[in-house]
């Protein structure tokens, strides 16, 4: 099974910003796709951003423009920068993984998740 290791996080003003990793680790997996969800207290969880192995994006409408996912194959990592951050982006930040292996084609996986909290 794949493993995920977030990192990043934390406190910050409006309009500041931050950045979140999300590593996998294990053996004899192929990621498929990897994304960031979120989920705020008293809200359901949320896709925030996915990308795929060969780059291909796609963003929630409420962080197009702030957000940038990225994926480094050589990695097996993804990146989140948050930029022009708003308090409404206070959330449990989760990272998801979709991969195979040899006797599976799609798997999921999910990270522990990170606070990110946006206050003055």
């Known amino acids: 099974q794949v493993q995920l290791a977030e990192s990043g996080g934390g406190l910050v003003q409006p309009g500041e910003s931050l950045g979140l990793s999300c590593a996998a680790s294990?053996?004899?997996?192929?990621?498929?796709?990897m994304g960031w969800y979120r989920q705020a207290p008293g809200k359901e969880r949320e896709l925030v951003a996915t990308?795929?192995?060969?780059?291909?994006?796609n963003y929630a409408d409420s962080v197009k423009g702030r957000f940038t996912i990225s994926f480094d194959n050589a990695k097996n990592t993804m990146y989140l920068q948050m930029n022009s951050l708003k308090p409404e982006d206070t959330a449990v930040y989760y990272c998801?993984?979709?991969?195979?292996?040899?006797?599976?084609?799609?798997?999921?996986?999910w990270g522990q998740g990170t606070q990110v909290t946006v206050s003055s």
């Open positions: 990308i795929t192995t060969s780059s291909n994006t």
């Open positions: 294990g053996s004899g997996f192929d990621i498929n796709d």
């Open positions: 998801n993984v979709h991969y195979s292996t040899t006797t599976s084609l799609r798997l999921s996986n």
